[in-house]
């Protein structure tokens, strides 16, 4: 079982960066691979970024590539999301999912708003 809460979110002008973080709680975190999804108003679910769980192979969605960094630390259970030259449809909740064999375990989301 894993738990995760997620922090960082806020509203950021156009260009502007956050830093979100996922702090997950279970003994296999380490052993997961992890996910950041977001979910835009009236739009699907989408992974953002994903990264394996020995950190050394990431994904990201083409419309963020070169502006957002995944990472973890395994050591201290937790995520991170970089984002940097933030844009108006980068606005959604923001989501820390973890995978087992389907992305099984999610946490509560946080608002990231970015204005034009």
């Known amino acids: 079982q894993v738990q995760l809460v997620e922090s960082g979110g806020g509203l950021v002008q156009a260009g502007g960066s956050l830093r979100l973080s996922c702090a997950a709680s279970?003994?296999?975190?380490?052993?997961?691979?992890m996910g950041w999804f977001r979910q835009a108003p009236g739009k699907e679910r989408e992974l953002v970024a994903s990264i394996m769980s020995s950190g050394d192979s990431t994904t990201y969605v083409d419309s963020v590539k070169g502006r957002f960094t995944i990472s973890r630390d395994n050591a201290k259970n937790t995520m991170a999301l970089q984002m940097n030259d933030l844009k108006p449809e980068d606005t959604a909740v923001y989501y820390c999912?973890?995978?087992?064999?389907?992305?099984?375990?999610w946490g509560q989301g946080t608002q990231v708003t970015v204005s034009s």
């Open positions: 999912a973890a995978k087992r064999i389907a992305w099984d375990y």
């Open positions: 279970g003994r296999t975190f380490s052993r997961n691979t």
